[in-house]
Each structure stands twice: as C-alpha cells, then as structure tokens.
C-alpha cells in the first residue's frame, strides 16, 4: 500500500487542503488513478489549494521535473505525491531576499517610483 502523506492545513487560514491532477497540456483533470503511457509522453501538473481561502500551494508538473530534477516518466499520482510533499514543506529559505527587499521598500504595494528605481 501506498504510504499516505497527512497534508497540513493552509498556512493563511489553517483550512482543509485539497489536491488536483491535470493533463499538463490540455489542463483538463486527471483522476489519480490514470497510469503513465507505454510511451512515457505524458506530463502532469498538479497543486495543492485550500478549500477555504482558495490558496495555492507550488504548482507541480512533470515537464519542469524532467528538466530540473531528471525524474521522468511519472504517473500523475507521482506527481500529486510530489505536490503534497511541498505543500507540506514549509521553509524560511527566501526570507533574506525578502528582508533586503524590505530595506529598498520593495515590500510596499504601491511601490513608491524611487523604489522601483533603485532595484532596476
Ligand atoms: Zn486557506
């Protein structure tokens, strides 16, 4: 049996999460169950969004982890795994980017002209 991965709540409303598979070419739903071709040639997408809020988390899909991480082949279940893995995964590791930003008031909606200026 397939290990289940118990996935968190939303981080903005702490909401029940929910997950989709899709044909990452048509965008139309997969179910979860679909195998993979014979010919390995087709690619998925998938996320994990709140059913509350309406919340994203990373959106997934097999075409940009063939490229980037060299996992190819997989079945949209792999693929929703995947999803819900980063769903879950929760870091602070873009928190620098974000606080040098800060410093420019680059976090300010609107952004003030000398701001925008100065990050070009
Ligand atoms: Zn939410």
Redo the contacts with the bound molecule.
């Keep these: 049996m397939t290990e289940q991965i118990k996935l968190a709540p ?1 981080p ?4 029940p999460p929910c997950i989709d598979g899709f044909d990452f070419i048509t965008g139309k739903p997969v179910a979860d169950d679909r195998p993979q071709s014979q010919d390995s040639d087709e690619y998925y997408s998938a996320h994990v969004w ?1 059913h ?4 994203r988390g990373p959106g997934i899909d097999s075409c940009t982890l063939g490229t980037f991480e060299h996992r190819f082949g997989l079945t949209v279940f792999e693929v929703m795994q995947i999803a819900a893995e980063r769903w879950n995964h929760r870091h602070a590791n873009a928190r620098p980017i974000y606080d040098s930003g800060d410093a420019r008031g680059l976090n300010l909606f609107p952004r003030c002209k000398q701001a925008e200026e100065a990050a070009a």
Excluded: N, P, Q, V
Aim: aromatic share 10%; proline share 0%.
């Design positions: 939303c903005f409303c702490e909401g709140c509350d809020c309406g919340a």
